[in-house]
C-alpha cells in the first residue's frame, strides 16, 4: 500500500512571519514610488490644464455643495447648481442658483454686469480686460473666492501647483459614468482631490477642497456635469439686457454673491 501525504500546513508564527514580509515589501515598494506617483499626478493635472486652456469656447453645468462648521460644531452643507459659457480671452456668463440667491454674471471684456434675480436689481462695473483678470478683480476687490475659476484660468496648471507640498496618483474612479483619474493635492493650508476624464478629451470632472484651517475640516465639492468645447458662440452671447423693472443698484448693494446665504457661519474657532 502507497500512502501520500500532503505538505504540513505551515505553523502559525511561520504563517504570520510571511504576511509581515509580504506587507513590508509592499510599503516599500509604495514607498519607492511615490516620487514617480507625484509626477504621474502633476503630468496628468497639467495635461488637463493645457487641454482646457487651449479650448477658445467651453461651455458646461455644475453643482456645487459648500459646508459650513456651526458654534455648536454642527456641519450643515448648502447646494448650488449652474451653468456657463466662456469664450477666450474676454467673453465670460456664469449663471448659478441657490435656495437663498439666483445670480448671474456677464462679462463682454469692457464692463461686468451682475444680476441679483432674488433682489431684482443689477449692477455694472468697468473692469476692461480679460477673463483671467476678471477673475483676480472678483477675488482681490470683491472678496469673491470662486473656487472653481482656476480650472477655466489660461495658466490653470501655474495656478493649481503654485502651492502644492505633495502630489499623489490615487487611482481610477467613475464620476457619472465616465472613467477618471483621481488625483490629491496637499497645500498647507488645504487638500485637494480632482477627477480627470481619461482619454483625448482630459476635463476636469469633480473637485473637492478640504480646509485644515477650520474645526471638522468643511469642504467644498464641484461637480462638473456637462462639459463641451470648441462650440460656435453667437455674436451677442456676452450681451447684458437687464430685466424690465429691475433697479440699477451700487454693486455694494447686491449683497453676498457667494455660495453661502447671508448669515451663515464661517467656521468655529
Known sequence: MNLQFSPSPPSMPALFRGVAAAVLLLFMAAGMTTGAAAQDAKAILKAMADYVSA????????????????????????????????????????????????????????????????????????AAGTVDQLITALRVGHGISLPGADLLLTNAYDALVADVIEAKYV??????GKECNHLAFRNFDTDWQIWIETGERPTPRKLVITSKTMNSAPQYTLRIKEWQS????????????????????????????????PGAPRGGR
Do not use: C, W
Request: proline share 6%.
Open 171 to 176: 487611482g481610477l474612479g467613475m464620476i457619472d
Open 55 to 126: 479650448s477658445q469656447t467651453i461651455s458646461l453645468t455644475f453643482d456645487s455643495d459648500i459646508e459650513v462648521i456651526t458654534p455648536q460644531l454642527e456641519k450643515i452643507q448648502f447646494t448650488n447648481s449652474g451653468k456657463a459659457l466662456l469664450k477666450r480671452p474676454d467673453g465670460l456668463r456664469a449663471h448659478r442658483v441657490s435656495g437663498h440667491s439666483d445670480v448671474e454674471l456677464v462679462f463682454d471684456g469692457k464692463t461686468v454686469s451682475i444680476l441679483g434675480r432674488s433682489v431684482d436689481g443689477y449692477a455694472r462695473i468697468e
Open 230 to 261: 470648441g462650440l460656435p458662440v453667437a455674436a451677442d452671447a456676452f450681451a447684458f439686457t437687464p430685466p424690465v423693472g429691475a433697479r440699477q443698484l451700487n454693486p455694494n448693494e447686491l449683497g453676498d454673491l457667494d455660495e453661502l446665504p
